[in-house]
Every structure is written in C-alpha cells, then in structure tokens.
C-alpha cells in the first residue's frame, strides 16, 4: 500500500480539465511542501511535471498545474489532449521517499 | 539534455544477487548537486523508492530495503549501479534509475526532486 493516496483512474474528454489529488495521512508530520508530480508513458521514461508543489521545470507547458490544501496536493490539467493520456505519480517526503500508487488518465 | 539508461539481467534466480547499472550521459555523476538514485515498480504496484548515492559515496537507503541494497558511484565511467542480496519473487519489479536534484549551488537552496529519469529495465525472480 502505498504512502501517498492517489484515485486509480480518471478520464476526461479532449479540451476539459481533470484534477489529480494526492493525499498522505493525518499522521505524517511537516509542511509537505516536496510534492512533485510525474507523467509516465509506459515504456518511456517517467518525466518531472510539478516540483514543489507548484513549479513547472523549464518545457513543461502550463496547461499543468499544482497546488496544494492541507494533506491534499493535487495536479489539475487543462485543455487536456489526446497526449496527456498516461499514468501520473505523486512523489513526496515522510519518512523517506514515497509515491503515490498512480493515477491513470484515459482521455476519452 | 541528460539521459539515463538501465542495464542487467533481465531475470535473476532466488537468493542470489540482483545487479543493475545506470549510465548517466548529459551530466557528471562527479557533480556535487545530485545525488543518484534508484526506484522499481511491482507489477500492478506503485513506485518504491530504493535508495541514492552521491559522487563521495554517500548513500542513503529505504529502510524496508536498507538490509539487502548497496548502491555505487564509479566516476570513471559516469554511472552508477544497484545490487540487491537474496532476491525473492517480490523482488520482481521494473527498475528505474534517476537523478535527484539535492543542491542548487547558485542560489544556496536544496530543490529536493527527481528530475530526470530512465525508461527502467525489468528484472524477474525466477528459477
């Protein structure tokens, strides 16, 4: 079972928005400020979307974005496009590194 | 741009050695910003994190694991590598190598994110 809380699937259709959320428990302590979000298209390599809850790495477009409230981090998509459809993780600190179990995006 | 490719076995028998290498080309595994790190994915699972090093050899492990994993730095060859003792078929899993931004040097700050990634390589425990 994985640390981080994430729903198993969503879907959307082309041009709608889908938000993401990812939860850690009412017990893990600190600021939970280290969220980063990953896209993975199977068999490529996982690619940084989200930093620090909110920040997109140079390249990303800003129809990603996160936010945060409480336990909950979350990855909203805008304008979603046939490519978005994939399998996204939420990555966090505890008391180690955890992921989220992923969240796999169909894009009707 | 900075990639990283997985190489090992591909299936390795029970209680033996799972080893696996990350060839990093982009970047130097000698710079003191990243530490180097190591996750797997179980079928139908999320992602585990394993463990990092950094250029000294400094590592840090996942506690579940932390009796079983060594991981390495060569600087001479740019990559870094992975081995698991007395592998089990829960020890089956897709492994990822990746960097992990510790240190920004140019404004003093510790980013704390996995940003690069590779494709991961599949191991399976079986006799």
């Known amino acids: 079972q994985s640390a981080l809380t994430q729903p198993a699937s969503i879907s959307g259709s082309p041009g709608q928005s889908i938000t993401i959320s990812c939860s850690r428990a009412s017990s893990d302590v600190g600021d939970y400020n280290q969220v980063s979000w990953f896209q993975h298209h199977p068999g490529k390599a996982p690619k940084l979307i989200i930093y620090?809850?909110?920040h997109r790495p140079s390249g990303v477009s800003d129809r990603f974005s996160g936010s945060k409230s409480g336990n909950t981090a979350s990855l909203t998509i805008s304008g979603l496009q046939p490519e978005d459809e994939a399998y996204y993780y939420c990555n966090s600190y505890t008391t180690t590194w955890v992921f989220g179990g992923g969240t796999k995006l169909t894009v009707l | 741009q900075v990639h990283l490719e997985e190489s090992g076995p591909g299936v390795v028998k029970p209680s033996e050695i799972l080893s696996l290498s990350c060839s990093v080309s982009?970047?130097?595994?000698?710079?003191?910003?990243?530490?180097w790190s190591w996750m797997r994915q179980p079928p139908g699972k999320g992602l585990e994190w394993i463990g990092y090093?950094?250029?000294?050899?400094?590592?840090s492990y996942n506690p579940s694991l932390k009796s079983r994993v060594t991981i390495s730095v060569d600087t001479s060859k740019n990559q870094f590598s992975l081995r698991l003792n007395s592998v089990t078929a829960a020890d089956t899993a897709v492994y990822f190598c990746a960097r992990f931004y510790y240190y920004d040097s140019s404004i003093g700050s510790y980013p704390y994110y996995f940003d690069y990634w590779g494709q991961g390589t599949p191991v399976t425990v079986s006799s």
């Open positions: 620090d809850v909110t």
């Open positions: 090093v950094n250029y000294n050899g400094i590592t």
């Open positions: 982009g970047d130097s595994v000698s710079s003191g910003s990243y530490y």
